[in-house]
């Protein structure tokens, strides 16, 4: 039975019957991945060559035009520049579901070797007194599959039901080996298998078989420990030590007021604020209402400046710089949304004399009648100081990922 892919929100059987067209495509893709088929048979995925490989290519046009195309429409109403970041947007979300797709045989082959050789010790053990005792071959391997070892249990009843229907001990062994993802178990199972070819005592066979991987175990563990040691000091100074560092540095350097000038005319920058103050939840002021805390510059350094809202009307509003005195310095008439108070209050050189890109998202109003403005507030400076945060973050998760990857299986 086929297994369902996470990426795509519909059953495995719609998903054969929707991507049964793309395989006539396939052909070229086959040498882009020459290790497909075998991936597909040690994950049990359910799925041949072919009809993976239209899946694949399935996923990269659906994602592409669906999310590209609901991406468009919702940028429309945020951006001028809403065509080129929906198809940039679109085309990397279906690259990175077909990369998804195309590593997801190789994760479930990875989780299933984990999960096998987690017991695999134990289980060998366990046939190995088994057979020490006097027990058949056979017995041995169905007590493993009758038992609690996990994901080795069931890779046994496999071979115990292949014996049961006829299948020769030595081949349903083979078999087993060959589907398996496991390189200790497809070992174990060949040097078992070549013992009963042999005519060997396969107790002895496999009591060196555990002695090696109990061996091999060790060596595992101190290695890992050793790339630990390594990889816990890169992770102190990538993921600790130089962000402390960095976010220091910035905190020092945004409080030059020419830091944030520099960084609101760096234009994407300015559109992706631009992008997030439409997101972003706003703000709401009735007529009297003060914005403060506007962070002065220039010839307004070190006065509490603010703004009024002295007037309401239709679709315009009266707006009053204020100093720290509440005197009236300027007074500016807004019509309609998407005004930015930055560029109405500026000195007379054209200087903005406070830093906060401050966007009127609507005037009007609201659903109980009343009128009313609704702004958002961000600072250019505030996006990269996040931003940075946001990196870290991914840095510090990519390590510990690494970390975790690096863990052998053999080690449990």
């Given at each position: ?357 401050i966007k009127i998202k609507s005037i009007g109003p609201s659903i109980f009648g009343r009128e009313e403005v609704e702004i958002t507030r961000l600072e250019s400076t505030q996006l990269i100081f996040w931003g940075v945060l946001a990196l870290i973050s991914v840095m510090e998760f990519m390590y510990i990922g690494i970390i975790k990857s690096r863990r052998p299986s053999i080690i449990g």
């Amino acid at each position: 039975m086929a297994k369902m892919i996470t990426v795509l929100p519909m059953p495995p059987a719609m998903v054969k019957m929707i991507t049964a067209p793309f395989k006539r495509f396939t052909g070229s893709m086959e040498k882009m991945f020459p290790n497909l088929e075998e991936q597909l048979k040690q994950s049990e995925m359910g799925y041949d060559e072919k009809e993976y490989l239209a899946i694949m290519l399935f996923t990269v046009i659906f994602y592409t035009v669906f999310i590209g195309t609901l991406l468009t429409a919702a940028l429309s109403k945020v951006t001028e520049n809403f065509l080129p970041l929906g198809i940039g947007l679109g085309l990397t979300m279906g690259l990175m579901t077909f990369m998804q797709v195309a590593m997801y045989p190789v994760m479930l082959t990875r989780k299933r070797t984990g999960e096998v050789e987690k017991n695999l010790i134990f289980a060998l053990r366990a046939i190995l007194v088994q057979l020490k005792s006097g027990v058949s071959l056979f017995d041995s391997m169905t007590m493993i599959a009758k038992g609690n070892y996990g994901s080795i249990s069931a890779e046994f009843k496999k071979a115990v039901d292949s014996i049961n229907t006829g299948t020769p001990e030595n081949e349903a062994l083979e078999e087993m080996s060959e589907i398996n993802p496991s390189p200790y178990l497809r070992k174990s199972l060949w040097q078992i298998v070549n013992g009963m070819n042999a005519g060997a005592d396969i107790s002895d066979v496999l009591g060196e078989t555990v002695k090696a991987m109990n061996r091999e175990q060790k060596i595992a563990i101190n290695r890992y420990g050793a790339q630990l040691r390594v990889l816990s000091l890169m992770y102190m100074m990538i993921g600790v030590i130089m962000p402390a560092l960095l976010v220091t540095l910035l905190v020092i350097l945004f409080t030059f007021p020419m830091v944030g000038e520099a960084i609101e005319g760096t234009p994407m920058l300015k559109e992706a604020t631009e992008i997030l103050q439409n997101v972003l939840p706003g703000e709401i002021y009735a007529e009297g209402g003060k914005i403060s805390n506007l962070d002065g510059r220039r010839e307004y350094s070190g006065q509490a400046l603010s703004i009024r809202i002295d007037q309401i009307g239709g679709k315009q509003a009266v707006f009053s710089l204020l100093d720290d005195k509440g005197e009236a310095i300027k007074t500016e008439t807004v019509y309609g949304a998407g005004s930015n108070l930055r560029e109405n209050f500026s000195s007379g050189d054209g200087t903005k004399i406070f830093g906060e890109s401050i966007k009127i998202k609507s005037i009007g109003p609201s659903i109980f009648g009343r009128e009313e403005v609704e702004i958002t507030r961000l600072e250019s400076t505030q996006l990269i100081f996040w931003g940075v945060l946001a990196l870290i973050s991914v840095m510090e998760f990519m390590y510990i990922g690494i970390i975790k990857s690096r863990r052998p299986s053999i080690i449990g």
